[in-house]
């Protein structure tokens, strides 16, 4: 089946530090990804919506200058999480969908801790 | 934005018994999918039903959907201390729309 990577699978950053997560379709081209956050014993909440080479749709309530989306190329899309903050400690799962097909695939996802 | 609600959200069982988890949504969907998540860990696909299918089973897992209730369910007989995990339906509403997750169900099954 499809798979999707992403890293790395655990961050620790300070305060007011910037971090990126990378997400990549590693056997089919994802020309939609999604970016999801999950805070403990909570479920998933959708962030964004990526297309390829076009500018992310974010969810409201969202951030879209602290949680930069770039989705670069069929195969790689990254989240920058920018002056991270306390707060923004969370699982972060990206997900992908193949061209002309509805299936998502989810990447394992990553832990931020923003100390 | 969540759509989905699983009912409980914590279910405690005994090793063998049978879990039944439910999940109700709110629009029209394509399909609906349920996904597994054992803790701190990604998603596990489980299984996937279209909104013209009524049962569906795979091994131990039996999920059923009724889109004039707009709920579904998914029942694991003969339950295993290895299904311990939260367990969550997500709607796919037109096949061009990202999921949208229910807020899951904790499972623990006490050997």
């Known amino acids: 089946g499809a798979v999707v990577s992403q890293h790395p699978s655990r961050v620790i950053c300070k305060s007011g530090t910037s971090v990126k997560i990378e997400c990549r379709s590693l056997?089919?081209?994802?020309?939609?990804m999604f970016w999801y956050r999950q805070f403990p014993k909570k479920s998933l909440m959708l962030m964004a919506t990526?297309?390829?080479?076009?500018?992310?749709?974010?969810e409201q309530g969202v951030e879209k200058d602290k949680f930069l989306i770039n989705h670069a190329s069929l195969t790689l899309s990254t989240l920058t999480v920018t002056s991270a903050h306390p707060e923004d400690s969370s699982f972060y799962i990206c997900?992908?969908?193949?061209?002309?097909?509805?299936?998502?695939?989810f990447g394992p996802g990553t832990r931020l801790t923003v100390l | 934005s969540q759509q989905g609600e699983e009912d409980p959200q914590a279910l405690s069982i005994q090793e063998g018994e049978n879990a039944t988890m439910n999940c109700s949504y709110k629009?029209?969907?394509?399909?609906l999918q349920w996904y597994r998540q054992n803790s701190g860990r990604g998603l596990v696909h489980l299984i996937l039903?279209?909104?013209?299918?009524r049962e569906k089973h795979s091994g131990r897992l039996r999920v059923t959907l009724d889109t004039s209730k707009k709920s579904s369910s998914l029942l694991i007989t003969a339950s295993r201390a290895a299904d311990t995990a939260s367990y969550f339906c997500?709607?796919?509403?037109?096949?061009?729309?990202?999921?949208?997750f229910g807020k899951g169900t904790r499972l623990s099954v006490i050997a």
């Open positions: 997900s992908a969908r193949e061209g002309g097909t509805s299936a998502q695939f």
């Open positions: 056997d089919f081209q994802a020309t939609t």
């Open positions: 990526s297309n390829e080479g076009s500018k992310a749709t974010y």
């Open positions: 629009t029209s969907i394509n399909n």
């Open positions: 039903i279209r909104s013209n299918e």
């Open positions: 997500a709607t796919d509403n037109s096949g061009n729309t990202p999921l949208v």
